[in-house]
Structures are given as C-alpha cells and as structure tokens.
Nanobody
Framework: QVQLRESGGGSVQAGGSLRLSCSPS????????MAWFRQTPGTEREAVAA????????FYADTVRDRFTISRDSGVNTLYLQMYSLKPEDTAMYYC?????????????????WGQGTQVTVSA
C-alpha cells in the first residue's frame, strides 16, 4: 500500500506562484509514475502533469505547459508542482496520484493511489 499526502496549497492573487508537495509513504519503492490532477466541484478530475520517476521525463497538460513544472526529489522521495503565473481558472483541489505502472498518464482511472488533495485558490 502507498499513502500520499499533499501540502502547499493556499490562496494567491493572479500572477502569483505556489509550490505543491506530495510525500508518499507505506511502500512507495516501486512507484514508476507520479502525477498531479485537479478538480473543481461538478467537474471531472483533470490531469495537470506527470513524471516518470526513474527517467524523470515530464508530461504536461496544454493548459499549464510553460507555467507549471513537475519535479521529484528522489533524496527525500517528494513530488513537487511549481506553479507560476497562476490564473483564476487554476483554482481547484489538487491531487497527487501514483502507481507502479501507468498506461495513459492523463487518465485518472490509470492510478490506484491518491492523496486527499490540497486546495489552490487564485483570485483575480
């Protein structure tokens, strides 16, 4: 079993920055993929970014490319999402996801392990 815990959410004004963190625990040793998703009430969970943990290759949704950076510090086994130039439409609950194997990185059903989420609110 793998447990994921997110942190770093908060409220910022448009144009501001935030960094989210996700710390896995339990048995995270064989995780090969980690990702960030976001969701607003009444909508489907949306992929933001993902990273192949061994190669470090990142994947981004078009809506956040060039504004967000996903990274992982293997030394502390923590996943990050650095968010720049935040917009009101980035407001959502952000979730960390992980799994040992991922077929399609942007599909939520691909991931078996999820955190509880951290809220990001961007005001105009």
């Amino acid at each position: 079993q793998v447990q994921l815990r997110e942190s770093g959410g908060g409220s910022v004004q448009a144009g501001g920055s935030l960094r989210l963190s996700c710390s896995p625990s339990g048995s995270p040793g064989k995780i090969n993929f980690m990702a960030w998703f976001r969701q607003t009430p009444g909508t489907e969970r949306e992929a933001v970014a993902a990273i192949a943990t061994h190669s470090g290759v990142p994947f981004y949704a078009d809506t956040v490319r060039d504004r967000f950076t996903i990274s992982r510090d293997s030394g502390v086994n923590t996943l990050y999402l650095q968010m720049y130039s935040l917009k009101p439409e980035d407001t959502a609950m952000y979730y960390c996801a992980a799994d040992f194997y991922v077929g399609t990185w942007y599909l939520p059903r691909t991931y078996n392990y999820w955190g509880q989420g951290t809220q990001v609110t961007v005001s105009a």
